[in-house]
């Protein structure tokens, strides 16, 4: 899928942003807050003038790191989440970044996968990341508690 224009987000795109990241996580005070903070950069994927997805960066020089990622439910499937990370990964060269982190939670199998085949590869492991949810979630017959981090190294800069 081709994405017409990518944009950094602006508080006039704040409500339809909170909607389509509130899909990366349910906590919609830490997305508002990491959206506002001024120190985490969100980029929005557009195809014509419907937002496909988003990205949130917490840029660092040696590991900048996805905060969120998130594909519209329409568009999901279609190549949206591939030519994000292309594009964070070539801003990533252009701010000569060393690595990228994502961390997704232990159930999150196709989640994991699709990191891998875009080139991430595991990294570590926070145990009991997500222990604030009570009661844990089960997904799959697995309790959700550890997230899984991966890391994509860039090998070379832009020049």
């Not at 899928?1 to 909170?18: G, H, K, V």
């Not at 980029?43 to 998130?70: C, K």
Request: aromatic share 10%.
């Amino acid at each position: 899928m081709q994405i017409t224009r990518w944009s950094l987000a602006t508080p006039n795109d704040y409500t339809q942003l909170f909607l389509l990241l509130h899909d990366a996580d349910e906590d919609d005070e830490r997305i508002r807050r990491l959206v506002t903070d001024g120190l985490h950069t969100s980029y929005i994927a557009w195809r014509h003038e419907q937002m496909v997805g988003a990205v949130v960066m917490r840029w660092q020089g040696d590991a900048s790191e996805i905060e969120y990622i998130a594909v519209a439910a329409d568009v999901r499937g279609k190549g949206c989440g591939k030519a994000m990370l292309a594009h964070i990964i070539e801003e990533a060269r252009v701010r000569r970044v060393s690595s990228i982190l994502v961390g997704t939670d232990n159930t999150a199998f196709g989640n994991i996968a699709f990191y891998q085949k875009c080139g991430f590869r595991m990294d570590h492991i926070r145990s009991d990341f997500f222990s604030y949810i009570q009661p844990t979630l089960i997904v799959n017959g697995i309790p959700m508690r550890d997230m899984l981090v991966l890391r994509y190294t860039l090998d070379r800069f832009a020049n």
